[in-house]
């Protein structure tokens, strides 16, 4: 018997390593599609405001943010479920998909009202998304923190580039 404890054990382990592996997955894959219309070089179709900080900044942020998001879904997932959890991850897999969007919107199209809408949206759907993870995990609640301060700042910069930016 106690072996099949231990083995019930590490599958549970295998299982909840598993789990997070796919958190991150699904989570970095937002980050990939984002990536791909990223600005690689000078981006001097728009005018930004001088309190916008320097290009290399957001990368460091973005991955600290998207492992932070990405645990606060496991931690949900992993107490809760998918079932018992659905609203939250539903939400969830929703403002990564406006947060995968916003990228081509800004970049892709170079759009920035456009891209200032799609922020909004984003902005409302980690607000629930944070809410809703509170209710299962106050950890994953407050992994969620960080994530809408800097959304709320992007959401400001991502204005002010727009109404500095002539029309193209």
């Given at each position: 018997m106690r072996k099949t404890s231990g083995n019930r054990e590490a599958f549970g382990t295998a299982r909840q390593v598993g789990g997070l592996l796919a958190w991150?997955?699904?989570t970095f894959s937002a980050a990939a599609i984002g990536g791909?219309?990223?600005p690689g070089g000078p981006h001097d179709w728009y005018t930004s405001p001088s309190w916008a900080p320097p290009d290399w900044v957001f990368g460091p942020v973005w991955t600290a943010l998207y492992t932070m998001m990405a645990v606060a879904a496991w931690l949900v997932w992993r107490r809760r479920g998918f079932s018992a959890a659905r609203a939250?991850?539903?939400?969830?897999?929703?403002?990564?998909a406006l947060n995968a969007a916003w990228t081509?919107?800004?970049?892709g199209l170079r759009m920035p009202g456009a891209a200032f809408v799609v922020i909004v949206a984003l902005w409302v759907a980690i607000?629930?998304?944070?809410?809703?993870f509170w209710k299962h995990s106050r950890a994953a609640g407050a992994l969620f923190v960080p994530y809408i301060a800097w959304v709320s700042f992007a959401g400001a910069l991502n204005f002010?580039?727009?109404?500095l930016t002539p029309p193209v």
């Open positions: 991150l997955l699904v791909i219309f990223s939250a991850l539903g939400v969830y897999i929703l403002q990564l081509p919107v800004f970049f607000a629930a998304a944070t809410v809703l002010s580039i727009w109404r």
